[in-house]
């Protein structure tokens, strides 16, 4: 017998920019925070008296946290209002940032980033139910864009100038600025969103359920995978850049940026298509993704090249949210706060694995293996995607 998770919103009958906006904002910032290690690395480890491999754990605490959160924030807290929810969030997030500026050591560093990670993954849960009370049914994934643009400006803008402040300054004052900004934009909130009642059957028995659906299992593995696969590559893709000869600070900002003005795009891009074009694009997109990180291994001196990789490789991962949550909101509309907590579970998980074994795989064989690696991941999460809709397809027919 079915279990039905009502959808717990009601859609209004167009978009509603302001809380869009306000999301998006929220989105740039957190993601900005969850990611700015990556481009600080170099600095954080010598500041630290670390190994490279090791600052880079400060990516897996939060994935760790997040991977603890997404599939349990809906049931810890059933009955608050998912803008409420949003709002601590946000306040979570400022101080994690505000302590990592401050703390003395690595430990202190990781416990804060553990704190953003619970954050984070509070909002990637929520963002398909608030993305559906901001919009027309018809329209999700093109409101579900905003919050993933917030994923392209970070990268495009927020960490490029965050590895920028780091350049010109120090480290620690990129995080207190991100910390000052998170803390105006909670406020904001509060203040624009409207209210977002939670689901009224959210259940550990309804996650399971949902998996159980015909395809669902399948696109979460290759969801996953993908992840996994890009982010064993990203989240130590400042020594691939450095692998460029002659390279300097200056042009890994610039080549950083790349990659959000990829990302930026194909949000937009995306976003357009996406409501009739998200089964051919989960299949598509990590494809190129890999292709694009082969060039890193196999052109590694050639800037042109790395050039033109870094910005394909943000097209499409920067989209993949909008792709997957998409794909959620289309193919389970009954069940839209269970299919994002396994979504953004999924997610963690694959960060959590490539940024913890990555750094011992970076210390131990270099940043080749681990791009060559994440090639193959991102072949097989390909592979796996298309395969679970077309079990989708033949369970529907």
Known sequence: MSITAPVPVSAPPTMRYGGLIVVMLLSFLLVTAEFLPNGVLTEMAASLGVTPGQAGQTVTA????????APTVGLLLPRLDRRALLFWAAVAATASNLVVALAPGLVTILLARFLLGAAISAFWAMSITVAARL??????????????????LATVAGVPIGVALSEALDWRLAFLVIGAATALVSVAVRVVLPPVPAAPASSLRILADTLRRPGVAGGMLGHVLVVFGHFLAYTYVRLSLERLPDVDGGTIVL????????????????????????????????????LSVAVFVVLPSTLPAVATAIVAWGF???????????????????RLEAGGSLVVTGFQLAIMIAAGLGGFLVDAAGVVTVDVIGIALLVTGSALFGMSLRARGAAAA
Request: proline share 4%; charged share 10%.
């Open 62 to 69: 939060t994935a760790l946290a997040g991977l603890l959160v």
């Open 135 to 152: 919009s027309s049914p018809d329209r999700i994934g093109r409101a579900v864009m905003f919050g993933s643009a917030g994923v392209s």
């Open 255 to 290: 080549l950083l940026a790349l990659f959000g003005v990829g990302g930026l795009v194909g949000n937009v891009v995306v976003g357009v298509v996406v409501d009739r074009a998200f089964g051919r694009l989960a299949v598509i997109g990590p494809l190129v993704i890999a």
């Open 316 to 334: 499409f991962f920067s989209s993949w949210l909008i792709v997957v949550n998409t794909w959620v909101g289309h193919r389970m509309p009954d």
